[in-house]
């Protein structure tokens, strides 16, 4: 089943004097349950793809059909309530409030669906759980590693059992070894049926994707269906 059907998308930013043609048309699809990394050098247009995908951009022309709805024409408030319920993102970035602990950070996308406290604070720690971080729920993120900071952030994300899990270059700020650990993570949420889709620039990232997206220019040049690194791992197993 399709969950995410972008036709010929256009998207133009306006800088001062100078304008940038980020998206010329460009079209993709991704079923349910895929796992596909978006790969392309700076400027191609990657990043502003899956903005567009996460409706924090909207494009200047074009379809985007998100679980069956045409989303691309929805008011603010409208997409709001869509981004908090059908999509998680996770950043380069982590995004922590600095003088909240784990729980905390996990709570607020049920904080601002309106959620009672002591749901907020049950399905939060069931999060932190399905990252490893059952034992870190009253945390600050100053106490916890850049590794367990993400998990955070990916718990946050997964909160509201969304539909489709985004990610911007999730490793970028991490090491090798923690890079791998957080990697393994995203192929577990995928084996369990997560959609995911992710941006990066580093070759062995995409490994962990079944499906690889390469854009150059603001339109799509390359899609290579393959085995990931975690199908790869049950296959051995």
Known sequence: MTLIELTKIEKTYHL??????????????????EMVAIMGASGSGKSTMLNVIG??????????????????????????????KKIGFVFQSFHLLARDTALENVELPMVYAGERGAIR?????????????GDRLHHL????????????????????????????EPTGALDSATTAQVMQLFGEL????????LVTHDPNIARYAERVVTFKDGLVIAD???QSVSSSSRTAS
């Open 16 to 33: 001062g004097e100078s304008v940038v043609h980020a998206l010329h048309g460009a079209s993709l699809s991704v079923d349910t349950g």
């Open 55 to 84: 409706t924090l951009d909207r494009p200047d022309a074009g379809t985007y059909v998100l679980d069956g709805e045409a989303v691309e024409t929805w008011d603010e408030v409208q997409l709001s309530e869509l981004r908090n």
């Open 121 to 133: 604070r049950r399905r939060a720690a069931e999060a932190l759980a399905r990252v490893g971080l």
């Open 141 to 168: 993120p100053t106490q916890l590693s850049g590794g367990q900071q993400q998990r955070v952030s990916i718990a946050r994300a997964l909160v509201n059992n969304p539909l489709l899990l985004l990610a911007d």
């Open 190 to 197: 995928h084996q369990q049926g997560m959609t995911i889709v």
């Open 224 to 226: 290579e269906k393959k």
